[in-house]
């Protein structure tokens, strides 16, 4: 397999903490460039990748020709135009999440990578993790019989109204910032599409929503989920059938907040815990895109999975509503 060239749009903090760290040692893949108009930003990159290219703006970098790939941890509401952007520039995109901000945008997304005939995806990592590949074998082939529930819960605290995640101009709050995770992570597992969401609680601040107590209805199983960006860190997710419970103890920041752990439990208390201290699911989404887009390998989380969990974000946010004029 020969080498994917990456640049990145933006010097973001996260970009500098997790992603450019994981395109500089997955294999297959190397960072060459990075687009930023601050050029002291760059220096938290170049401690790791001394000889990155700096280019003064996100145009300049798309019209390198060296660079085969970009990633795009820019702002939510920029994630739809600058990777279609890339896309005309013909070069791989991965972005961040949420790539978009409405389901329906995804269908624009689509039409671009097919026209351009690259691979564009969102940077839904998780699903990289091999608890995750896991947790699917494990539901799906009946190790706790018939799923009757998945509750899934993710928050952090965050009350920095300098933070974009804080600006509802900029495309924050907690739903778009992590409950992709918790929705994500029970259609992934599952396989299964939500048919209804007979409850939602949201409370704002300042326009964007810092708490989320959701229902949902899935064909054969209950879904329950607690986000927010105002409470002490935690994250689970459980998969609770008639037969046992899989319980997956830091699913969405595994080996940062805690060790990636798996537990089964069923009839006979019969007990499997499987832990993955090792793994870096940035690393692994970053090998998987480059075999992904240079041998057209299947790739994990293509596009139209990722408008699944938009189109379930969106069914939230109008129960949400609907609850509050209620």
Not at 11 to 30: D, L, S, V
Not at 219 to 225: K, L, Q
Request: aromatic content about 10%; hydrophobic content about 45%.
């Amino acid at each position: 397999m020969t080498v994917l060239r990456w640049g990145i749009l933006g010097a973001a903090n996260f970009a500098r903490a997790h992603m450019a760290p994981a395109i500089h040692a997955a294999k297959g893949a190397e960072l060459v460039a990075l687009a930023t108009s601050h050029p002291d930003k760059a220096a938290g990159f170049q401690a790791f990748a001394p000889g990155i290219k700096l280019h003064e703006s996100y145009d300049a970098l798309l019209a390198d020709p060296e660079i085969d790939a970009v990633y795009i941890p820019l702002p939510n509401h920029l994630h739809v135009a600058w990777s279609i952007k890339a896309l005309e520039a013909g070069k791989h995109v991965l972005c961040e999440k949420p790539m978009t901000l409405q389901a329906e945008e995804f269908d624009q997304l689509i039409a671009a990578r097919d026209a351009s005939g690259k691979l564009a995806a969102e940077a839904f990592m998780i699903v990289h993790h091999p608890q995750f590949s896991r947790a699917r074998e494990l539901v799906q082939g009946g190790a706790i019989g018939n799923l009757v529930h998945v509750d899934a819960t993710f928050s952090y605290f965050n009350d920095d109204s300098d933070n974009i995640r804080n600006q509802a101009g900029t495309g924050g709050g907690g739903l778009p910032d992590i409950g992709v995770y918790t929705f994500g992570a029970a259609r992934f597992v599952t396989g299964a599409e939500p048919t209804q969401i007979p409850y939602a609680k949201l409370r704002y601040e300042n326009d964007v929503d810092v708490f989320a107590q959701i229902a949902a209805d899935f064909p054969t199983f209950s879904y329950s989920a607690i986000v927010s960006m105002r409470m002490h860190p935690r994250q689970q997710v459980t998969f609770h059938g008639d037969k046992g419970v899989l319980r997956l103890t830091c699913p969405f920041n595994a080996n940062v907040q805690d060790i990636a752990q798996l537990t089964l439990e069923n009839d006979g208390q019969t007990m499997i815990s499987e832990r993955w201290p090792a793994e870096n699911h940035y690393v692994l989404q970053v090998e998987n895109f480059c075999k992904s887009a240079q041998e057209g390998a299947a790739y994990p989380c293509p596009l139209e999975f990722s408008r699944g969990t938009q189109k379930m974000m969106d069914m939230v946010f109008a129960a949400g509503a609907k609850t509050n004029q209620d």
